[in-house]
């Protein structure tokens, strides 16, 4: 009956001020599914779309927006107008920089108080320790969002404006743009960017959108804070290596597997065209979506590692989703403490603590759980796919990537409905995990210890 009204009343008075009721995976997970019904509507109704849409092809597609994942039931280039590709690109914005990112802004904006408890999530989120910083970090996001975006499409502008003109050219680089920083995937080609795929204006320029977007918004702000190596935090260290080794091997790994692919890398003619294609399509599964080789086409052995990529994920904090990359790297450093009979396990010359060593086997198995179970569900909606593409499919929603191999627009309405799901999950699921553990209580009564025999 007391969460019943908490739902019922939202807001409660106080001497204070007006207060949120709702726990902040409640508010969380309210806001993404109002947006994606809000979304939704806007996609449902007459102007919007250059044929009918049915109402859970406009769902999906604005639960893919708001998700910033990219899978899509339809053809955006081509089934939605000017209008639509416009609604795509706000729920892309408001998704992609987070709807708690935003909660917090109009939360400080029109004066309503969060109680303690709920700052959590807000801090969680944003990766900020302490709630006042959480002014200076949301205007930074803001402010840091707008400037990439703005050269993004600048730059972008120069390579499609000569060949689409003014308007339509510097719509392409617009929605690119925030598509990529944003770690959406959308586009407004039909083909994605294969038709880029040996152009270094744009496999550059949009590789870095993403992958700056991937980073995460705490990392950004601590490189701006410091600007040298050795005081910057041991998340911001771990992040940036990560990333360059995780994008090191995969390009490596691609150029090794697709190299005489006549579908893939060996159908180019040139080796610098495939070496650009190696780079962006080993950088791209890190929830980007974009792709300029056809996926569908990769071998078994390519698709499996980036479905590994799609399940890491970008940084904590950022646009990306995933397990994060702090997950997978903490994962790893506890195998090799375990292996090496240490105590903690170590990055840095730090130890790490073994709250977030249980919270990255919590997110983790939460995810490989949500992945399973999703799987599961689409073996039966969907017995005359393929299963490997099927488990592609999911490991994309779950990683909110957007990168298919052509299973999402065959999908039954039950399949389209499931994957939503997952997408949704996948998206807010590790910021409300993230809740539970950081507002855990202590309890004082303590158990004794019982032996269970691992492996």
């Excluded at 499409?153 to 120069?158: N, Q």
């Excluded at 198995?365 to 592609?392: M, S, W």
């Amino acid at each position: 009956m007391r969460r019943w009204q908490r739902f019922k009343r939202p807001l409660r008075r106080s001497p204070h001020g007006p207060v949120i009721r709702l726990s902040p995976p409640e508010l969380l997970l309210i806001g993404f599914t109002l947006l994606c019904a809000l979304g939704a509507l806007a996609l449902w109704l007459p102007g919007s779309a250059t044929r009918p849409l049915a109402w859970h092809e406009a769902l999906f597609t604005a639960t893919s927006a708001v998700t910033v994942t990219g899978l899509s039931v339809i053809d955006v280039s081509q089934d939605l107008t000017f209008v639509g590709q416009l609604v795509v690109t706000l729920l892309i914005q408001i998704g992609g920089l987070g709807f708690m990112t935003f909660a917090a802004l109009t939360v400080l904006l029109l004066g309503v108080r969060l109680p303690l408890s709920q700052q959590n999530l807000v801090r969680e989120a944003l990766g900020e320790i302490a709630f006042s910083d959480v002014r200076h970090l949301v205007k930074l996001v803001i402010a840091f969002a707008l400037v990439v975006e703005s050269l993004g499409t600048l730059i972008l502008a120069f390579h499609w404006v000569p060949e689409y003109g003014g308007r339509q050219g510097l719509w392409h680089a617009l929605f690119h743009a925030v598509s990529a920083f944003n770690n959406a995937g959308f586009s407004t080609f039909s083909n994605s960017l294969m038709n880029e795929a040996d152009d270094p204006l744009v496999n550059v320029t949009v590789s870095v959108l993403f992958i700056v977007g991937g980073l995460g918004f705490v990392i950004v702000n601590d490189l701006y804070r410091r600007r040298r190596w050795s005081r910057l935090m041991m998340q911001t260290k771990v992040v940036l290596l990560a990333t360059f080794w995780l994008n090191l091997v995969a390009m490596a790994l691609l150029l090794a597997l697709e190299w005489h692919n006549p579908n893939t890398l060996g159908g180019m003619a040139d080796i610098p065209g495939r070496l650009q294609a190696a780079w962006f399509q080993a950088v791209t599964p890190r929830t980007a979506g974009f792709n300029t080789l056809d996926t569908a086409s990769l071998t078994d052995p390519s698709t499996l590692f980036t479905m590994l990529l799609m399940f890491i994920g970008g940084g904590s904090s950022s646009t990306a989703s995933g397990i994060k990359i702090t997950t997978f790297v903490v994962l790893l450093l506890t195998a090799r403490a375990f292996y090496r009979s240490t105590e903690h396990p170590v990055a840095f010359g730090r130890a790490i603590p073994q709250e977030t060593v249980i919270k990255a086997i919590t997110v983790a198995l939460a995810g490989v759980l949500l992945v399973f179970l999703a799987l599961f569900g689409l073996t039966i909606t969907e017995r005359d796919e393929p299963f490997l593409d099927l488990a592609f499919e999911t490991v994309s929603a779950f990683g909110t990537v957007g990168l298919s191999r052509g299973v999402t627009g065959d999908l039954s309405l039950p399949g389209q409905l499931l994957l939503g799901v997952t997408m949704l999950l996948g998206r807010v699921g590790p910021l409300s995990v993230g809740y539970f553990l950081a507002t855990r209580q202590h309890r004082g009564l303590r158990y004794a210890k019982g032996e269970i025999q691992i492996g």
